[in-house]
């Protein structure tokens, strides 16, 4: 299979590291540099890294919260306005014209029993994870995974209903809905399992989350071991520099409140925090 190459870009591309103290550039800028760069079908790879910025922007959307738009996302809200309108174009993902059909369509909506945001990562998920490129396919399975792990270890700590918040239903959600193990029964098929929890249980939130960054990081690093000047190797240097400059925007007390938002809405038990109501529904 012919692949493309970018010896002289990624020649060029500065170090960074999980806790830089500065990254010498934003995030959006880097995105119009691989625009201008790759080659129209490796930046269609990289359009889906940037996709769960579009998620927030379309519920945002749908909430009529304009002032929220995210610009590291492609589409703007007037890309919305006519795509869920007489005039649609076509030009959005298959898996958002779903979901707006179900979120408007009253009927199909009484059978959907998780929030509207768990619901839209969820159709992302089996979008994404229909690449053929191996590392975005391996990325997007760790990532899910590792995220339905973390939110069946709270559900288990805060006596919840694990089913109504796990993203997909595969062979691992159903393991940490049936299982008792401390590790779910998962640590055979998906060793780093054993580190998530370690992370999960510590008592320091900001110490939690840059650990389990740094899973994250190691496994983007894991899985491009042997490859150089690929498309490979840029996609995992976009997803470093993104969960670097998580870090540069988020402070101790931005941290507490954000977990403390991830534990109010799992209390709830589907019944999401009114700050993220839409059209007066809970997602």
């Not at 930046?43 to 610009?71: A, G, M, W």
Request: some cysteine; aromatic content about 16%; charged content about 30%.
């Amino acid at each position: 299979m012919f692949r493309n190459y970018y010896h002289y870009f990624i020649a060029g591309l500065p170090d960074i590291f999980l806790d830089d103290t500065e990254v010498q550039f934003h995030l959006l800028d880097f995105k119009h540099e691989l625009e201008e760069h790759l080659r129209p079908e490796d930046y269609k790879l990289v359009e889906l890294l940037f996709l769960p910025y579009d998620n927030q922007n379309l519920l945002q959307f749908l909430d009529e919260d304009f002032d929220q738009f995210n610009k590291l996302g492609k589409y703007t809200f007037q890309d919305f306005e006519v795509e869920f309108s007489d005039e649609r174009e076509g030009m959005l993902p298959s898996y958002m014209y779903d979901f707006v059909e179900i979120f408007k369509d009253e009927e199909l909506s009484k059978n959907v029993y998780k929030s509207w945001e768990n619901l839209l990562t969820e159709m992302y998920y089996k979008y994404v994870l229909k690449t053929k490129n191996k590392f975005l396919k391996q990325w997007f399975e760790f990532n899910l995974n590792l995220n339905n792990i973390l939110i069946g270890l709270n559900c288990r700590q805060y006596d919840l209903d694990a089913e109504k918040n796990l993203i997909s239903d595969n062979e691992i959600t159903r393991s940490i809905i049936k299982s008792n193990a401390k590790d779910f029964g998962l640590s055979v098929d998906l060793p780093y399992v054993s580190d998530i929890i370690v992370q999960a249980e510590k008592e320091n939130l900001m110490a939690r989350e840059k650990g389990l960054d740094q899973i994250k990081w190691e496994k983007v690093e894991e899985i491009t071991l042997f490859d150089y000047f690929t498309i490979e190797v840029v996609l995992a240097y976009t997803i470093k520099l993104d969960l670097a400059y998580r870090w540069l925007e988020l402070d101790e007390e931005k941290g507490r409140e954000m977990f403390g938002k991830i534990i109010n809405y799992l209390k709830s038990s589907f019944e999401f925090p009114k700050e993220f109501a839409i059209n007066g529904k809970n997602k």
